[in-house]
């Protein structure tokens, strides 16, 4: 019954130069990806978090340093499982070019499919196991650590989150390229006993109330859907 916030890096000198960066070592924030760090940091300073886990890339360290500043006491656990898809020989390349590579159609039209060239290339199927079975674990430890209302985040990047989103919302992998994952969005995503309940997807400006916990609940709410949609959020 944990709460999970998904939350991609910022803005990266890759992203705004077009370049796939993958598991490029050096890769950081550009000046507006700071920006956007601090501005999550800002939205996020009254929602209690119970740990933190980071892909060991330095874009999702340096976005979750921003996000922490001020917030030392709260862990942070580096995982392999979460950090970026291994794009293999496509990695450092332009998207331009790679868009007309014959492997593109299929990483936009069956993504199950794809697997990226090179003795370092993964297949996105092999990415979105390794990070369900990363997130899913974690939270079953935090629960068992914090409670069943802690909030915890994970600091990914775009693909490994909207695989993520879409073993959510219990879409096929192939269905996850309908999925939206911006710089710093966050994605949440409620995790109960029945189901996962996608609380928000790729938010960017929102009201993080909904982030914070509710001890109110009942553990028959917090694992049933509300018919008719029920009253939405209210913890100001």
């Known amino acids: 019954m944990t709460l999970v916030l998904l939350i991609r890096h910022g803005r990266t000198t890759a992203n ?6 993958g598991w490029t070592k050096g ?61 293999g020989d496509w990695t450092g390349r332009p998207l331009a ?3 007309k590579e014959p492997l593109w159609k299929v990483v936009q039209g069956h993504p199950s499919a794809a697997r990226f060239p090179g ?3 993964e297949s996105m199927a092999d990415m979105s196991a390794r990070a ?7 939270n079953t430890l935090i629960a068992a650590e914090y409670g069943p209302e802690a909030v915890w985040a994970v600091f990914s990047h775009g693909d490994v989150i909207k695989a993520l989103a879409a073993d959510a919302l219990g ?12 710089p710093c969005s966050v994605t949440a995503v ?47």
Request: aromatic share 4%; net charge negative; proline share 7%.
């Open 171 to 182: 879409l096929h992998l192939d269905q996850f390229q309908r999925i939206t994952c911006d």
């Open 97 to 99: 070019e790679l868009a």
């Open 132 to 138: 369900v079975a990363a997130v899913r674990e974690w």
């Open 190 to 236: 409620r995790y109960t006993e029945m189901r996962p309940f996608v609380v928000r997807l790729n938010d960017v400006g929102g009201d993080p109330a909904p982030y914070k916990p509710a001890p109110e609940r009942s553990p028959t709410a917090d694992a049933d859907a509300a018919v008719g949609g029920g009253a939405g959020a209210d913890n100001a």
């Open 27 to 87: 890769v950081r924030l550009d000046e507006r990806g700071e920006q956007q760090a601090g501005e999550l940091a800002k939205r996020l300073a009254e929602v209690p978090l119970s740990a933190v886990v980071s892909s060991p890339l330095e874009r999702c360290r340096q976005t979750s340093d921003i996000v922490l500043a001020g917030r030392e006491s709260v862990p942070v656990h580096l995982d392999e499982r979460i950090g970026e898809c291994r794009y």
């Open 119 to 121: 003795p370092e290339g």
């Open 16 to 21: 705004s130069s077009g370049i796939l960066a």
